[in-house]
């Protein structure tokens, strides 16, 4: 896949799926952490749908909700039950129903890289589904995961029987299972978990398939790193992630972890980081930006399992460079709920700026300083902002202080 830089121009065939893409106004809520199926998960949303809705997300990414070897819904095993650690398939729905009553669509967290087995198979593992709906076999499982399938066709998920999409069978279940979960449950949107785990020709195939509103892929590996300091330059880092996206036909946009690695460097005062060699921004939003899905963290690099967390004394920093930014932002429940009402009042007046000022996924950026201490930008024709602690204003008296907190400030033009 070549070198790509810049906007591209889609013809896509599914007019549902990019009509939400052209539009360019997705602000995505992601509604959980790690902890959540602890909490009777489903009910306790429902209350806070109106919240959510009136907040302006336009998606809210749900924990997997089929039933699970594990809790947190990880490790999924009978794909046609929600009953999960989550709550019941009845308050599930109800839910869901809720969310459609305030035009917010429901994202379903899609775990098809893996399944735990039910009974014991080939070699004494377990590597066979049987006595649930979609009985497979070990045909369905890579060989390198203990079964008698194919190779993976991508990364290999330790512990678990990784499935074989190469397999007719398996694909036309999957695709199956994926309408149900879009017509009968009332899901609108997927996430991909693991989506470096199999070929996204296959992602492909599922959204042509059931055809979801909206999807985003996690396609997270490592950024370019020497040592324990990350490198100035990772250009193979995003076109990893744009190559995975092509991959999907341009029907899925994924998240933007080159964003995230750099953004989390550059708060702690080296802002040169936020400007590329061609003076761009230096994640997948710098080259991809209406398939580019920002974020400052998720239940994985953040919440209790804080594998890769941004530093908690400057997500405000983080929130007011991707609310400002193109691409298409994302906002974590703990920061919005739990981290107090001053950090949820300062995300919903950028959210609000935002969408007043027209700020969309494709918006055109200027980048007016990246040093040390200090990056300004120009996004669209009437917000500028700035983060950091180093000194800094717009030029011009037709520029008006939106907001502003501890080491960022926005304006915007009448």
Same mark, same amino acid.
């Given at each position: 896949?070549?070198?790509?830089?810049?906007?591209?121009?889609?013809?896509?065939?599914?007019?549902?799926?990019?009509?939400?893409?052209?539009?360019?106004?997705?602000?995505?809520?992601?509604?959980?952490?790690?902890?959540?199926?602890?909490?009777?998960?489903?009910?306790?949303?429902?209350?806070?749908?109106?919240?959510?809705?009136?907040?302006?997300?336009?998606?809210?990414?749900?924990?997997?909700?089929?039933?699970?070897?594990?809790?947190?819904?990880?490790?999924?095993?009978?794909?046609?039950?929600?009953?999960?650690?989550?709550?019941?398939?009845?308050?599930?729905?109800?839910?869901?129903?809720?969310?459609?009553?305030?035009?917010?669509?429901?994202?379903?967290?899609?775990? @098809? /890289?893996?399944?735990? !087995? =039910?009974? +014991?198979?080939?070699?004494?593992?377990?590597?066979?589904?049987? *006595? #649930?709906?979609?009985?497979?076999?070990?045909?369905?499982?890579?060989?390198?995961?203990?079964?008698?399938?194919?190779?993976?066709?991508?990364?290999?998920?330790?512990?678990?029987?990784?499935?074989?999409?190469?397999?007719?069978?398996?694909?036309?279940?999957?695709?199956?299972?994926?309408?149900?979960?879009?017509?009968?449950?009332?899901?609108?949107?997927?996430?991909?978990?693991?989506?470096?785990?199999?070929?996204?020709?296959?992602?492909?195939?599922?959204?042509?398939?059931?055809?979801?509103?909206?999807?985003?892929?996690?396609?997270?590996?490592?950024?370019?790193?020497?040592?324990?300091?990350?490198?100035?330059?990772?250009?193979?880092?995003?076109?990893?992630? @744009? /190559?995975?996206?092509? !991959? =999907?036909? +341009?029907?899925?946009?994924?998240?933007?972890?080159?964003?995230? *690695? #750099?953004?989390?460097?550059?708060?702690?005062?080296?802002?040169?980081?936020?400007?590329?060699?061609?003076?761009?921004?230096?994640?997948?939003?710098?080259?991809?930006?209406?398939?580019?899905?920002?974020?400052?963290?998720?239940?994985?690099?953040?919440?209790?399992?804080?594998?890769?967390?941004?530093?908690?004394?400057?997500?405000?920093?983080?929130?007011?460079?991707?609310?400002?930014?193109?691409?298409?932002?994302?906002?974590?429940?703990?920061?919005?709920?739990?981290?107090?009402?001053?950090?949820?009042?300062?995300?919903?007046?950028?959210?609000?700026?935002?969408?007043?000022?027209?700020?969309?996924?494709?918006?055109?950026?200027?980048?007016?300083?990246?040093?040390? /201490?200090?990056?300004?930008?120009?996004?669209?024709?009437?917000?500028?902002?700035?983060?950091?602690?180093?000194?800094?204003?717009?030029?011009?008296?037709?520029?008006?202080?939106?907001?502003?907190?501890?080491?960022?400030?926005?304006?915007?033009?009448?």
């Amino acid at each position: 896949m070549g070198f790509w830089n810049g906007e591209r121009n889609q013809t896509n065939q599914q007019s549902d799926i990019g009509s939400v893409l052209r539009d360019g106004k997705e602000i995505l809520f992601q509604a959980f952490n790690w902890e959540s199926h602890k909490y009777n998960w489903w009910k306790n949303l429902e209350g806070k749908v109106p919240d959510i809705a009136k907040a302006g997300f336009t998606s809210v990414w749900l924990p997997p909700p089929t039933q699970s070897f594990s809790p947190e819904g990880y490790t999924p095993q009978d794909l046609y039950s929600v009953d999960s650690k989550y709550g019941s398939e009845r308050q599930l729905k109800a839910l869901l129903q809720k969310m459609k009553q305030h035009r917010v669509r429901s994202m379903a967290d899609v775990v @098809i /890289n893996h399944r735990a !087995g =039910t009974t +014991q198979g080939r070699g004494g593992m377990y590597n066979r589904f049987d *006595g #649930i709906r979609l009985a497979w076999d070990e045909r369905a499982v890579t060989s390198c995961s203990g079964g008698l399938g194919n190779p993976s066709t991508g990364a290999i998920f330790q512990g678990f029987p990784n499935i074989d999409h190469t397999q007719d069978f398996v694909r036309k279940d999957i695709i199956g299972w994926l309408r149900w979960l879009r017509h009968d449950v009332g899901f609108q949107d997927f996430r991909f978990d693991f989506a470096k785990g199999f070929s996204p020709k296959y992602v492909k195939e599922y959204i042509e398939g059931a055809k979801p509103l909206f999807s985003v892929g996690e396609y997270w590996d490592s950024c370019n790193y020497r040592g324990s300091t990350l490198d100035y330059n990772q250009d193979s880092h995003r076109q990893r992630i @744009i /190559n995975w996206i092509d !991959g =999907t036909g +341009q029907l899925s946009t994924a998240f933007d972890f080159t964003t995230k *690695g #750099i953004l989390q460097e550059a708060v702690k005062g080296e802002f040169w980081r936020l400007r590329d060699t061609q003076g761009k921004p230096p994640g997948v939003v710098g080259w991809w930006p209406s398939r580019s899905v920002t974020f400052i963290d998720n239940h994985d690099t953040g919440s209790t399992q804080a594998h890769w967390p941004f530093p908690s004394n400057h997500i405000m920093e983080g929130y007011a460079y991707i609310l400002t930014h193109p691409g298409i932002p994302t906002v974590f429940y703990d920061h919005f709920f739990d981290w107090g009402n001053s950090i949820r009042e300062q995300i919903l007046k950028l959210i609000d700026i935002r969408k007043r000022q027209g700020i969309q996924s494709r918006s055109p950026i200027k980048i007016l300083e990246a040093k040390q /201490n200090l990056y300004s930008a120009i996004i669209g024709e009437k917000l500028c902002m700035k983060i950091g602690d180093g000194s800094w204003c717009p030029s011009g008296r037709e520029w008006t202080l939106s907001t502003s907190g501890h080491n960022y400030a926005v304006w915007n033009k009448q």
